[in-house]
């Protein structure tokens, strides 16, 4: 049955991630960190277990989405390569900070970021602005702190990528196309940088769950299309808020 789980939640987070643009680890952290939480085995690194395998999913679960957003060359790849150096040295210093926390305080540390995500959502504002992107020093800052911060909390960055281009005058199609595109750096150093660090346990030989991975990544990459086509059938906003009320939840289970 535990396999059974892995691919429900897979199935939730692409959903979700297509639906309202969203990245899946905002599903598979919490989720994992509960099932893991049931293991004695696993129970002592299991949100840093869950963090690592939802990192490591998305270097199968985004593909799909760069290659579509660069078809319709809705990428602005001259962004990328500006944030990318920071995004990787960030992405591998929060692995490395993460390892060092002890479960309640990383749980506590996604707890804070869900919370602002949720109130985010639930608000339903959007950032507009038309500030010129920073010099090279600027966005090397920038990809440093969305990248360790991703790598911390398990997600590719977009709630935080997206709106600092909406900041700066970018259109929310190429805003969300770029942003996905910025993932794929972060999830690669993460989940090398989890890989390295090596044996959390003498029961584990690896942060990465690698059963957990391969049920989530493959049915989060079924269901991703099926959320974006349901989203021209229906009203994303309501369920942006149920959605926010639903990390608010989430949160608090994770802080206390």
Same mark, same amino acid.
Do not use: N
């Given at each position: ?11 939730? /987070? ?100 869900? /919370? ?141």
């Amino acid at each position: 049955m535990v396999f059974v789980d892995y691919a429900i939640i897979g199935l939730l /987070a692409g959903f979700l991630a297509g639906y309202l643009g969203i990245g899946g680890g905002l599903v598979i952290v919490p989720a994992l960190s509960w099932l893991f939480l049931r293991d004695p085995a696993l129970a002592d690194h299991a949100v840093h277990l869950a963090v690592a395998t939802s990192l490591a999913t998305m270097l199968l679960s985004s593909l799909s989405s760069i290659f579509a957003h660069h078809r319709r060359q809705a990428i602005l790849w001259d962004v990328v390569r500006r944030l990318a150096p920071g995004l990787v040295l960030g992405a591998a210093l929060g692995a490395l900070l993460a390892t060092r926390l002890s479960t309640s305080s990383l749980a506590a540390v996604f707890g804070v970021y869900a /919370a602002l995500a949720g109130l985010q959502l639930l608000s339903g504002r959007e950032a507009r602005g038309a500030k010129p992107l920073p010099g090279v020093a600027g966005s090397g800052v920038t990809g440093l702190l969305i990248g360790a911060i991703s790598s911390m909390v398990g997600i590719g960055g977009g709630s935080m990528t997206v709106p600092w281009l909406l900041w700066h005058g970018r259109s929310a199609g190429a805003a969300v196309a770029t942003a996905a595109a910025c993932g794929y750096p972060i999830a690669v150093a993460a989940t090398v940088a989890y890989f390295l660090v090596g044996s959390p346990s003498a029961e584990l030989t690896t942060y990465i769950h690698l059963p957990a991975l391969a049920g989530v990544a493959v049915f989060s990459v079924l269901s991703a299309p099926l959320g974006a086509a349901a989203v021209h059938r229906s009203q994303p906003a309501m369920v942006r808020r149920l959605f926010g009320a639903f990390l608010l939840l989430v949160a608090w289970r994770m802080l206390f």
